[in-house]
């Protein structure tokens, strides 16, 4: 696959049998309303197939399904060591349908095929086989109470988990919370992002077919006022993880406040430090790392390194060596293996990103990109943008752009970088580079984030916790931690005679 040619790719998407419909209670079914949506293809604005329109009719049929598996114990109070099985299963189906998983979201939401072969795709495999083999070597506690009291302390599934996802991973930010909430025991009922509900469709299909039982694992597309807030508000959901935008994070809160008070657990937007200091010796390996970390996915991940402080006296040196990176990786059709970056994923956002270069244009130096363009005449495509000399408070270095564009600003002190980099209502992660220890030590101990990547940029696996602090929420996915926003502490006290 990963020599496969522009034409193999094009002819292979060609082929694809693409389903829209809502998978509820192990099938596929159209939408309670009959409603259908059109699903773009954002590099070429051609529409890639009708999804059901699912709204607060589908989600009630969804949660009911999780409900009367969760209740009948067909998964919930299945062996963990068999769940594992299941899950290991589904891992191997990804893997065996890797192609077309990269393919749906390449096609739905614009990022580069090659990436989606690379990373999402086999990532998703990857948690699935991380979580299950996980599960069945969790051990619970025994309280410390003394003789005539045995006190169980255990972690219980929930009962039916709502997740709500963007359009940035699809398939792997479906697998974030799916893999964590099904290896607990859960029943789930995922509303995928509106723009790019393709991969997580195929998912529950693959997932039906690995073995997990009916009513387990339930996707409902359509979109967020009507599907989401209904997941939002349901009064049998009983856990709702949530990861988006920081404005609809705080929605959800409410809707628990509204309904019944489930738990929310918000992994929200970021404006996330890269903080490049002057006793960092590769600043060749540095530079390719920050053009990575702002132009990866088009920009569009939730920790982009979007505010890039440099120390001073080698500011003009490093923004030098990021635009020549930055020229390297103009957007390309997302099915070309030699394309560097892809198509942003609809009109609004490439709108919303646009506004921003062009106030940006007037209050800052745009040293390179800056341009919307097309690739064969079709689709929304944004250059890699830079801005230099950027005003701490200017909105580039402010907002969340979620889109290919780098703002830099110089430093001349640590304090003083490190006071900027704090000086956000975001906490997602940041990154350091210097060869100081003692000063990486320092800086990171400083930064207000979720992750600290120092000399690299976001690093991530499924062994460390991903998520925020402030206004980027407080979830986390990946890691054993993730398992706790599924799971419910239960105390089981027995007394005998000592
Ligand atoms: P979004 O908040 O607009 O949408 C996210 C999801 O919420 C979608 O499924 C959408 O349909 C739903 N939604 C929208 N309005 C709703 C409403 N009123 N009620 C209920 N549901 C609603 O975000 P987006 O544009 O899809 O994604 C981009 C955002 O996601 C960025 O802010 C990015 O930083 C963030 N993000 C965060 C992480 C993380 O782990 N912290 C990861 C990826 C993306
Ligand atoms: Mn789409």
């Known amino acids: 696959m990963l020599d496969y040619t522009h034409e193999d790719w094009k002819a292979r998407a060609a082929a694809l049998n693409i389903k829209g419909q809502a998978f509820i209670d192990g099938k596929f079914v159209d939408a309670a309303s009959g409603k259908t949506f059109d ?10 197939v009708q999804v059901a329109e699912g709204d607060e009719a589908d989600i009630n049929r969804a949660v009911a399904a999780g409900r009367a598996a969760f209740e009948d114990g067909r998964w919930s109070r299945m062996a963990p060591g068999d769940r594992k099985a299941v899950l290991l299963k589904l891992a ?21 095929v090659t990436d989606a072969a690379t990373v999402d795709a086999p990532g998703s495999a990857h948690f699935f086989q991380w979580y299950a083999e996980a599960i069945d070597k969790i051990y619970d506690e025994v309280a410390p109470t003394g003789p005539g009291d045995l006190a169980l302390v255990s972690r219980v599934p929930l009962g039916v988990v709502g997740a709500v996802t963007p359009w940035n991973f699809p ?16 029943s789930v009922v995922l509303k995928p992002a509106e723009q790019s509900p393709l991969s997580a469709l195929r998912l529950a299909e693959l997932a039906a077919e690995a073995g997990v039982p009916d009513g387990v694992f339930n996707v409902v597309p ?12 349901h009064m049998d959901v009983d856990c709702l993880a949530f990861t988006g935008s920081t404005a609809i994070g705080k929605m959800f809160m409410q809707y628990s406040g509204q309904s019944n008070l489930k738990q929310v657990w918000p992994e929200t937007g970021g404006k996330s430090p890269n903080l490049v200091f002057a ?23 939730c920790s982009a390194n979007s505010r890039l402080y440099v120390e001073r006296s080698i500011k003009d040196a490093f923004v030098e060596k990021l635009i020549a990176r930055a020229e390297a990786m103009q957007p390309g059709d997302p099915l070309d293996p030699t394309s560097k970056m892809g198509a942003i994923v609809d009109e ?3 709108q919303g990103i646009m506004r921003f270069v062009e106030e940006g244009k007037k209050s800052a130096n745009l040293v390179t990109g800056g341009e ?17 000399d950027v005003a701490h408070d200017n909105p580039l270095a402010r907002d969340e752009i979620f889109g290919p564009v780098l703002s830099v600003i110089p430093f001349d002190t640590e304090d003083e970088a490190v006071a ?50 402030k206004q980027s929420g407080f979830g986390r996915d990946l890691s054993l931690h993730s398992l706790e926003k599924y799971t419910a502490l239960k105390t089981t006290w027995i007394k005998y005679k000592a």
């Open 171 to 186: 398939l792997d930010m479906a697998t974030w919370k799916g893999a964590a909430a099904l290896a607990a025991g859960n």
């Open 39 to 48: 699903c773009i293809n954002p590099a070429t604005d051609a529409v890639l």
């Open 222 to 233: 359509g979109f967020g006022v009507t599907a989401g807030k209904a997941l939002g508000l």
């Open 420 to 469: 900027m980099a704090n000086d956000s209502i975001y906490g997602l992660a940041a990154s350091v580079w210097t060869d100081n220890l003692s000063r990486a030590c320092r800086v990171s101990d400083k930064l207000m984030v979720g992750t600290v990547s120092v000399n690299t940029v976001d690093a991530l696996s499924a062994q460390t916790p991903f998520g925020g602090m």
């Open 372 to 388: 919307r363009v097309t690739v064969d005449g079709k689709g929304c495509f944004v250059q890699p943008t830079i801005f230099d």
């Open 348 to 350: 609004k956002q490439t």
């Open 92 to 112: 191997d189906l990804i893997r065996a349908n890797l192609e077309e998983m990269a393919l749906l979201d390449s096609l739905d939401m614009g990022k580069l």
């Open 279 to 301: 006793d960092c010796e590769d600043l060749d390996t540095a530079a390719d790392m920050a053009a990575f970390g702002i132009f990866f996915n088009q920009g569009e991940v």
